[in-house]
């Protein structure tokens, strides 16, 4: 008889903060998201938008839940140096091979270990599609707070709520939507975050924190709603331009599948010589 323990999938536990963490899905990102057309879209949106959204000059990265290491190697090839941290090892073993040649650091520790793995404080930093998957990510935004430097900037992309109840009332899931039950459990294969989020929620614990949001964007604004996901060459063309022409304005960017936020740090008042002299 053939062996099919290796066709059973894992069974999925949350970390001891409550978190999802990706060891065994490897290969499932690379496929199902980077592999496919909707990870096409999120990198060339993500491409048109960084450069607009940040003030960029080849300035250290850390790239907080850096999984496979795309946006590393696209700050790494622009002469940034970047510090990668993943608690996955799975995931961070890819993002080595990834990122070969560059000049990278590697940290196999979560989010909440950060401020004694890599304390900074640090100019940049980019944590995309992290938060959602975290028990308790309003103590990260202030975690990633404490690590950024005055005047520093926080690239921060999150997993839409609102998004993702409109896509449930599209495919016909209308008690799922009615009765809120849209975060995923963690415990399963699928990969729907335990913790969706909403743009008064990332407001709100920015003002907390004393960071501003500089510009927001949304990414992936029209593809999650389209009935047809397989789009020719050409189509695909016409698509991105779209996503980009539309990513930042009313109300598109409300309804991307991602929630692409500039956050800075504000920079300690330095009296003037008038106040210093009293």
Not at 47 to 61: D, K, R
Not at 98 to 113: C, I
């Amino acid at each position: 008889m053939a062996d099919r323990s290796s066709n059973v999938p894992r069974p999925v536990s949350l970390s001891v903060h409550g978190d999802r963490h990706f060891d065994g899905l490897g290969d499932k990102f690379a496929t199902s998201l980077y592999g496919s057309t909707r990870g096409e879209i999120r990198l060339a949106v993500l491409e048109y938008l960084l450069p607009q959204m940040l003030s960029l000059h080849e300035q250290p990265v850390l790239d907080v839940g850096a999984g496979l290491g795309h946006m590393s190697a696209w700050f790494a090839e622009r002469g940034h140096p970047v510090t990668l941290a993943e608690p996955s090892a799975e995931m961070l073993d890819a993002a080595r091979q990834h990122l070969a040649g560059h000049d990278a650091t590697f940290l196999p520790v979560p989010l909440q270990r950060l401020g004694q793995a890599a304390p900074g404080p640090w100019p940049l930093i980019v944590c995309h599609a992290v938060l959602e998957w975290l028990g308790d990510p309003r103590a990260a935004m202030s975690t990633l707070t404490s690590l950024l430097a005055p005047g520093g900037q926080l690239s921060l992309m999150v997993f839409n709520r609102d998004a993702l109840r409109f896509s449930n009332v599209v495919k016909g899931n209308l008690d799922k939507a009615l009765t809120d039950r849209l975060a995923g459990t963690g415990r399963r294969q699928r990969l729907t975050p335990i913790s969706p989020l909403m743009h008064e929620e990332i407001v709100a614990w920015a003002t907390e924190c004393g960071l501003e949001i500089r510009a927001v964007a949304g990414v992936r604004v029209f593809y999650d709603y389209l009935r047809d996901r397989q789009p020719d060459d050409e189509s695909l063309a016409k698509l991105i331009e779209l996503e980009r022409r539309y990513c930042t304005s009313e109300p598109y960017w409300r309804l991307g599948r991602y929630l692409l936020y500039t956050l800075t740090k504000s920079t300690p008042h330095a009296p003037d010589r008038a106040e210093s002299s009293r």
